[in-house]
Structure formats: C-alpha cells, structure tokens
C-alpha cells in the first residue's frame, strides 16, 4: 500500500500538467494503472465503465465514441477468476471464446515486444464477418493479465494506427499493490 502512495504522490504533479481527457489514473476493485492517450485522442472513462472498461480511447476528430471509428480499450482479468495459470493459456481461452462468437476469425501471434521496459504480447485478430481488424496487447502483472485492444475497420487502418497503440502502451504502468 505504501507504493501506492510514493507512486501516485510522484506521477500526480506529472499527469496534472495534461488535461482530464489526456491521462488518468484508472482503478477498480483490485486493480490500479497509469496511462495517457495517444496523440490527438481522448481517454474517455465513462461510455464503457458500466461494462468494467474505464480506459477507452478514440481520435478527438470524433467528438463521440462509435464502434465504426477506431478505438482502444483496456480490459483486465483475474487469471484465478478465468482458471488459467498462464498468459498463453488466457490467450488461447479468449481466442476459443471468441471463435464461438464469430464465424470467421483468424488469429496470428506477433510476439513479444517491449515497451516502456514493460513486456507485452502482440496478436492481431481478424473478424471478417463484423469486419473489425484488432491488435491486442497482453501484459501480465501477478495475479492479473491486462489486454490493450486497437479495434478499427480494416487491416489497412489497423497498421496506420498500430502506432497510437504502442504510444498509448509506453505510457502504461500498473500500480503495485504492495
């Protein structure tokens, strides 16, 4: 808990300097993060946070969130809750789960990649049927696997964007618990 509070004392004055759309510190009942948005787009916490995603993201030229305009979404799960023991055993599980729900998906693994010294595990999904092209990053923290999705609407504006995603993936800092 005393991290937290030397954490959070450090990184306040820092994320002060952006504005409230900018850059946040996102938590919920067992989970804590720091990131900022990309260049030219907007943390938004609200549209989604009934559904447990508080960090969502989406170019400013849009002046509201749609799933027809690109976006990026956190989403974490407990590995204990889920019955997996492995990042590679959830992405294998959330990769059934969404076969099941989409006729037509593919799946091809990137590979890790670091970014701001945080490890992540890069796979593309393509879900030809709803016509979203995604790129997931995974980055597993204890007892917690963390997801960072960029979902567009062509394979072509996901490669343009994949770089908002790895801006918005070296500002990403879990907080201890500890």
């Known amino acids: 808990m005393k991290k937290y509070f030397t954490f959070i004392f450090f990184l306040l004055p820092a994320l002060s300097l952006l504005s409230q759309d900018q850059a946040g510190i996102i938590y919920g009942n067992d989970f804590a993060y720091t990131v900022i948005a990309p260049d030219n787009w907007i943390l938004d916490d609200e549209t989604w946070a009934n559904n447990g995603i508080h960090g969502l993201f989406y170019p400013e030229e849009y002046t509201s969130f749609s799933v027809r305009n690109p976006f990026i979404y956190i989403n974490q799960i407990s590995k204990m809750r889920e019955d997996v023991a492995?990042?590679?055993?959830?992405?294998?599980?959330?990769?059934?789960?969404?076969s099941q729900r989409e006729s037509e998906v593919t799946k091809k693994v990137i590979g890790i990649k670091n970014y701001g010294n945080r490890d992540f595990f890069l796979v593309e999904y393509n879900k030809l049927n709803t016509n979203f092209f995604e790129l997931i990053a995974y980055h597993e923290y204890m007892d917690k696997i963390f997801f960072i999705v960029l979902v567009t609407q062509s394979e072509r504006e996901r490669a343009i964007l994949s770089l908002k995603l790895e801006q918005l993936l070296t500002t990403f800092a879990v907080m201890d618990r500890e």
């Not at 492995?86 to 969404?98: A, G, N, P, R, V």
């Open 86 to 98: 492995t990042l590679e055993q959830w992405i294998e599980k959330d990769f059934k789960k969404t």
